[in-house]
């Protein structure tokens, strides 16, 4: 799960999939980080902590890190929640195998239709929830797929 500062979208995403795996009883590695470095180390946005929290989910020990190129070999999806996200995230992709491992996020529940998932960054609170439902409707599709090939 990628965004740009991992501190708001990425770390919930992490969160949601997380609680949605582990109640599955899937074997599946979540992690998050930001194309950016400047939140490195910092735990999320006390919104989305809040945010998850109101959902049951505990984000709070989550620590932003930045997305390096390694990701590509621990990772078999890439997903990043916005057209920004992409770009930066294939500028390092080393070869189109890395590439095929990215995708937006809401194309998970909109397929093809390359939307975004909003920046809650400089908002208040309802955009934090506005971003757990997109996420949880994502979340729920992708658990659907790994279902399958799993
Ligand atoms: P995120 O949100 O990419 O969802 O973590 C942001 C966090 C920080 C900033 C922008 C977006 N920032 O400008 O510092």
């Known amino acids: 799960m990628v965004c740009l500062g991992n501190i708001c979208r990425s770390p919930l995403a992490e969160g949601i999939l997380k609680d949605k795996v582990t ?11 930001g194309t ?30 930045q997305f390096k190129t390694a990701d590509f070999d621990h990772f078999d999806k890439i997903f990043v929640m916005d057209a920004s ?5 294939i500028s390092l992709a080393r070869d189109e195998k890395d590439k095929a491992k ?11 239709e390359n939307r975004s998932v909003p920046d809650p960054y400089f908002g208040g609170q309802d955009g934090f929830e506005t971003v757990f439902q997109l996420l949880d409707k ?9 279902d399958r090939t799993n």
């Open 138 to 146: 994502a979340t729920d599709a992708i658990v659907n797929s790994l």
């Open 102 to 112: 990215v995708n937006l996020i809401l194309n998970s529940t909109f397929p093809k």
């Open 85 to 89: 996200n992409f770009n930066d995230v």
């Open 36 to 65: 950016s470095n400047v939140h490195q180390g910092e735990n999320p946005d006390s919104r989305s902590i809040q945010n998850a929290k109101s959902h049951g989910i505990d984000i709070s020990n989550l620590k932003a890190r």
């Open 23 to 33: 109640k599955k009883g899937l074997n599946v590695m979540v992690d998050s980080a």
